[in-house]
């Protein structure tokens, strides 16, 4: 669920263009690199990109009685990093905005810093750190994801917040408020999303190791270690 | 365990569709005439917001006249995107199987 059309007032819809901006920009220029020199690795930027479709397209019903959707930038992250991710959660929300009237054009600067850039750095660091820890891959791929998508919409809730803090209380009151609305909701969900994603890692992982290696998402040992038992 | 994850994914959905169906019981029951519940997160934080007395100062360009055309770009965005994905699958896994 993004911040929808025209629920930014100014200057909060400016300032999150601007800071979106930079990671959108150099993310463009990873991808120009990536098609450049890892032609082989650009069906599984089509895969990571088609799951945030997938994935941000399934309004799932949750325990607290509204629906929302989960954001299938976990995978994106973890494959090519947070900056390339950026331009692929820009491409669903320009969709969605458009044809959809789900989240909007003037918020689009808040809603790729929540759903593009600040989630997939959540993830990209998990993994990198679950990674060197030597944590099972599947259970750091599931912490990876599922809190990227779980901090996407405390995001939001604090991009909320900061633009209608509450008359009494402020920010905090406020924050509490779309937390409960947006966070709460979200938990079953980022559950849900982490598992889909450690399972769709498994598949690359069966189909694909090399490329993984040469992306260096995985080490030849490790690789070695997940398929060993398997083979 | 060659489908440990598997399994696990599939136990996890069972059991977060089995909450959905107690606390959808217990939902309806209290619901007033006239009232939905399982609307959008994004709906129930615009209601907070327009309580304060705010107005959107922007409204979409275009939007799906109709639950159903706005179902139809959903499913659509959903397809491309499994598509993609099956696609890509098939011709990793045909390709290994021909050597």
Redesign the interface.
């Known amino acids: 669920?993004?911040?929808?059309?025209?629920?930014l007032?100014g200057p909060w819809w400016q300032i999150w263009f601007l800071i979106s901006a930079p990671f959108v920009i150099y993310g463009l220029y990873q991808l120009k690199m990536l098609v450049r020199e890892r032609r082989e690795a650009l069906?599984?930027l089509?895969?990571a990109?088609?799951?945030?479709?997938?994935?941000?397209?399934?309004?799932l019903?949750?325990?607290?009685?509204?629906?929302?959707h989960p954001t299938g930038t976990g995978l994106g992250a973890i494959l090519f990093g947070p900056f390339i991710t950026s331009v692929l959660a820009l491409i669903?929300l320009i969709?969605?905005?458009?044809?959809?009237?789900?989240g909007?054009?003037?918020t689009l600067g808040a809603n790729v810093f929540s759903m593009g850039i600040a989630g997939p750095i959540i993830a990209w660091l998990i993994y990198r750190a679950g990674m060197k820890a030597g944590i099972n891959t599947?259970v750091t791929v599931f912490l990876a994801a599922s809190l990227a998508d779980l901090s996407t919409y405390i995001v939001t809730s604090m991009q909320?917040a900061l633009a209608?803090p509450a008359?009494v209380g402020g920010f905090m009151t406020s924050l509490a408020?779309?937390g409960t609305?947006?966070a709460i909701?979200?938990v079953?969900l980022a559950?849900?999303e982490g598992?889909?994603i450690?399972?769709v890692f498994?598949?690359i992982i069966s189909?694909?190791p090399d490329l993984l290696v040469r992306l260096n998402v995985l080490s030849e040992s490790a690789v070695d270690r997940i398929r060993g038992p398997?083979a | 365990m060659?489908y440990g994850?598997?399994l696990?994914?599939i136990g996890?959905?069972v059991i977060?569709a089995a909450?959905?169906l107690v606390?959808?019981t217990a939902?309806q029951a209290n619901l007033g005439e006239g009232e939905e519940?399982?609307?959008?997160?994004?709906?129930?934080?615009?209601e907070?917001?327009e309580g304060?007395g705010?107005t959107?100062?922007?409204?979409?360009?275009?939007?799906?006249p109709s639950g159903e055309i706005?179902s139809l770009?959903?499913?659509l965005?959903?397809a491309?995107?499994?598509?993609?994905?099956g696609y890509?699958?098939g011709?990793?896994?045909g390709k290994?199987a021909s050597g």
């Open positions: 669920m993004h911040i929808m059309e025209g629920f007032p069906p599984l089509a895969v990109g088609a799951f945030i479709f997938v994935l941000s397209s399934l309004k019903p949750s325990v607290t009685g509204s629906c929302s669903v969709y969605q905005a458009l044809f959809l009237a789900h909007g054009l003037t599947f909320l209608f008359e408020a779309f609305v947006f909701t979200q079953p559950i849900i598992l889909v450690a399972l498994k598949y189909a694909r398997a | 060659k994850l598997e696990v994914v996890v959905l977060f909450l959905f606390q959808n939902i519940a399982w609307g959008g997160a994004d709906g129930a934080a615009a907070i917001i304060s705010y959107p100062w922007f409204d979409p360009v275009w939007e799906p706005e770009f959903f499913s965005q959903a491309i995107g499994a598509i993609v994905i890509f699958f011709y990793y896994r290994k």
